[in-house]
């Protein structure tokens, strides 16, 4: 699973690690108390087990220390974008605050060499995912958080208002479907078409947005039922195309 820092709950990751075959990846504060693991106990030791080991500098520190060994690494699609160089540093750890259980994690600290981003770090329960790994699973959510987002502002998800939870259970992958079907039809309208940027003045956008998409696949539906002359529809007349044109844009948007 591959969550944002909502879900960096001690509670939550230990149960995360205590079931087998699952893990989580989610963001790290850079001032999490992090540990040692705990020393074995010794033969015939008396008192409760410890829980942890020594106290280990914060990500914080490790990002300030001179001598912290950085390794580049190279993500492709970047959050929506190509391929991106940064600079990883990695190591596991027991995450504790008093009151709540132990977890051991791998950390991956993460910085920009070109100083366009904050330096942030990551987190795993499981503790042989490589950065790389971790990394690139944790950037390929983004792509979640856009579809969510775009069907929540075009095709109403998360607005309904059906009594029943079935209709619920219903209405949420139907709007996915239709999120997908236009999609795939507008992928296959981009062979033939070149792309439609609307754009604002407060908004420059260089690619299309599902907004684009959406307005193209309606533009692609009504245009098979424009301009059906037929005698019984004497009061139908031709119009200007640039006006025809402007009037399917905007109703295209707006719809």
Same mark, same amino acid.
């Given at each position: 699973?591959?969550?944002?820092?909502?879900?960096?709950?001690?509670?939550?990751?230990?149960?995360?690690?205590?079931?087998?075959?699952?893990?989580?990846?989610?963001?790290?504060?850079?001032?999490?108390?992090?540990?040692?693991?705990?020393?074995? @106990?010794?033969?015939?030791?008396?008192?409760?087990?410890?829980?942890?080991?020594?106290?280990?500098?914060?990500?914080?520190?490790?990002?300030?220390?001179?001598?912290?060994?950085?390794?580049?690494?190279?993500?492709?699609?970047?959050?929506?974008?190509?391929?991106?160089?940064?600079?990883?540093?990695?190591?596991?750890?027991?995450?504790?605050?008093?009151?709540?259980?132990?977890?051991?994690?791998?950390?991956?600290?993460?910085?920009?060499?070109?100083?366009?981003?904050?330096?942030?770090?990551?987190?795993?329960?499981?503790?042989?995912?490589?950065?790389?790994?971790?990394?690139?699973?944790?950037?390929?959510?983004?792509?979640?958080?856009?579809?969510?987002?775009?069907?929540?502002?075009?095709?109403?998800?998360?607005?309904?208002?059906?009594? =029943?939870?079935?209709?619920?259970?219903?209405?949420?992958?139907?709007?996915?479907?239709?999120?997908?079907?236009?999609?795939?039809?507008?992928?296959?309208?981009?062979?033939?078409?070149?792309?439609?940027? @609307?754009?604002?003045?407060?908004?420059?956008?260089?690619?299309?947005?599902? =907004?684009?998409?959406?307005?193209?696949? @309606?533009?692609?539906?009504? =245009?098979?039922?424009?301009?059906?002359?037929?005698? =019984?529809?004497?009061?139908?007349?031709?119009?200007?195309?640039?006006?025809?044109? @402007?009037?399917?844009?905007?109703?295209?948007?707006?719809?």
């Amino acid at each position: 699973m591959v969550a944002d820092s909502s879900y960096a709950v001690l509670a939550l990751l230990q149960q995360v690690s205590d079931t087998p075959g699952v893990s989580l990846i989610t963001r790290l504060r850079l001032d999490a108390a992090l540990y040692d693991p705990a020393p074995p @106990r010794a033969p015939r030791q008396n008192g409760r087990p410890r829980k942890k080991g020594a106290r280990r500098p914060t990500l914080q520190q490790v990002l300030a220390e001179l001598h912290t060994p950085w390794t580049l690494l190279t993500v492709n699609n970047w959050y929506g974008g190509g391929a991106r160089e940064v600079e990883v540093c990695t190591d596991t750890a027991v995450w504790y605050h008093t009151g709540l259980p132990p977890v051991a994690l791998r950390w991956v600290l993460i910085r920009d060499p070109h100083g366009e981003f904050e330096p942030q770090a990551l987190l795993s329960t499981q503790l042989a995912y490589s950065p790389a790994q971790i990394l690139a699973w944790f950037v390929r959510r983004w792509t979640m958080e856009v579809t969510l987002e775009e069907a929540r502002a075009h095709l109403g998800l998360e607005t309904q208002r059906q009594w =029943s939870d079935l209709a619920i259970s219903r209405t949420t992958p139907t709007l996915f479907g239709l999120y997908s079907l236009v999609t795939l039809m507008t992928h296959t309208l981009l062979q033939s078409q070149s792309p439609v940027v @609307r754009t604002a003045a407060w908004y420059a956008k260089a690619r299309p947005t599902f =907004s684009d998409a959406l307005a193209m696949v @309606r533009r692609e539906l009504w =245009s098979c039922c424009h301009f059906a002359m037929l005698e =019984s529809h004497t009061e139908m007349i031709k119009i200007p195309r640039s006006v025809f044109e @402007r009037l399917t844009d905007t109703v295209c948007y707006a719809a």
